[in-house]
């Protein structure tokens, strides 16, 4: 909304000076000016939503509570080890979390990227789930680098799992991340940590 108020704000303050131009010069409009002036504020929408949302900088809705990150060749471990017990998961009012997986929640038809990349933006929590092969995909690394930038500026916090150090991607091996392998009970550490969060 605040990208399609500014770029009619952009197109209106624009108009009005080539209005005022006319007044003043007694002149015909040319067809290319409006032009420019249309070009100029879809340039300018663009550029806010590459801001706001390619960088991971706007403040966000916090509608989900946790966003799941992970490989799809990890899906059915990733379902029944972090989604599932999430999902049955309670906050201390009782209610259920709030959870982006992509399997439930992008539809058939949906543009995939954008679906994801404002969820991040809208979330509270980013849980990466290193697998060897997570930071090659594409969506994956896109998901990790803008939960990252966001969580530089304070707007997400992110709790790691990993199936190993080699998993996890070198840019990020500084972070702090739980080793599935040295912690089986590692949900229920990820369930402390989000309480402490909620």
């Not at 249309?38 to 929408?45: D, F, P």
């Not at 991971?56 to 990890?74: D, L, M, P, R």
Request: hydrophobic residues 50%; charged residues 20%.
């Amino acid at each position: 909304l605040l990208v399609a108020a500014l770029a009619f704000a952009g197109s209106l303050l624009l108009l009005f000076a080539l209005y005022k131009t006319i007044l003043i010069f007694k002149a015909v409009i040319p067809i290319g000016q409006p032009i420019a002036a249309m070009l100029t504020a879809a340039l300018l929408a663009w550029r806010f939503a590459h801001k706001f949302l390619v960088t991971g900088v706007a403040e966000g809705g916090q509608k989900y509570n946790v966003f799941i990150s992970y490989s799809h060749s990890q899906s059915d471990w990733v379902f029944k080890n972090v989604y599932e017990p999430l999902a049955a998961y309670r906050k201390p009012n009782g209610d259920k979390l709030s959870i982006f997986f992509d399997k439930n929640s992008i539809g058939v038809g949906e543009a995939f990227t954008a679906k994801y990349m404002w969820a991040i933006v809208d979330t509270k929590c980013f849980l990466p789930i290193f697998s060897e092969d997570y930071y090659t995909k594409n969506h994956c690394k896109n998901e990790m680098d803008c939960a990252m930038k966001r969580w530089v500026e304070k707007l997400v916090t992110i709790h790691a799992i990993a199936f190993s150090f080699k998993a996890v991607p070198e840019a990020y091996n500084s972070i702090n991340y739980i080793d599935i392998n040295s912690n089986p009970e590692f949900i229920e550490d990820i369930k402390k940590q989000l309480a402490e969060k909620l």
